[in-house]
């Protein structure tokens, strides 16, 4: 019977680990996808703009890893000093993800996007000190997904310049 409620927990930290990446990746891709072929395209870029295919990739991945390290911060004991703090700030952290596109993508507003970035890139080091503290393999997403989020930050800096 323990083996059974052992496996069932794995299983309902699985799935809200997925669905919470899951809607941040749905709400960023609904505000992003319509305005790449019309407002995006016609905008003008810096010459370091990655092509668009390479963004789906990346975030792929990134998504990924960011999966299994909040599932293996909700697999911790629910006593576990800093585990709810944590999972806080992963939710935030996530949801500004998702706001940033709206902000940026959704609303067109570069300007936007550059204050939606600054909280993005800030939580994400907030994020990745409380996962540390609670699990070093979950930490380890963070200095790839940070790279990442900094490379979006210029572009976006250099767009809001441009435009």
């Not at 309902?12 to 809607?23: E, K, L, P, R, Y």
């Not at 999972?87 to 993800?97: E, G, K, L």
Request: hydrophobic letters at 60%.
């Amino acid at each position: 019977m323990e083996e059974a409620t052992r496996s069932y927990g794995r299983a309902a930290h699985a799935a809200i680990a997925i669905c919470v990446v899951f809607a941040a990746s749905f709400i960023g891709n609904a505000a992003t996808m319509p305005n790449i072929p019309t407002w995006y395209a016609e905008i003008q870029k810096p010459w370091f703009t990655p092509p668009n295919w390479l963004f789906g990739p990346v975030w792929t991945l990134l998504f990924t890893g960011l999966i299994v390290a909040f599932y293996r911060i909700l697999r911790l004991d629910p006593l576990t000093p800093g585990r709810g703090r944590a999972i806080i700030i992963f939710v935030i952290q996530i949801a500004c993800n998702a706001l940033w596109s709206i902000a940026f993508f959704g609303m067109r507003s570069p300007g936007l996007g550059l204050v939606v970035i600054v909280f993005l890139w800030s939580s994400i080091v907030v994020n990745m000190i409380a996962f540390r503290r609670l699990d070093r393999l979950s930490s380890w997403i963070f200095p790839p997904y940070l790279a990442w989020v900094t490379f979006a930050g210029a572009l976006n800096v250099a767009i809001f310049l441009m435009n």
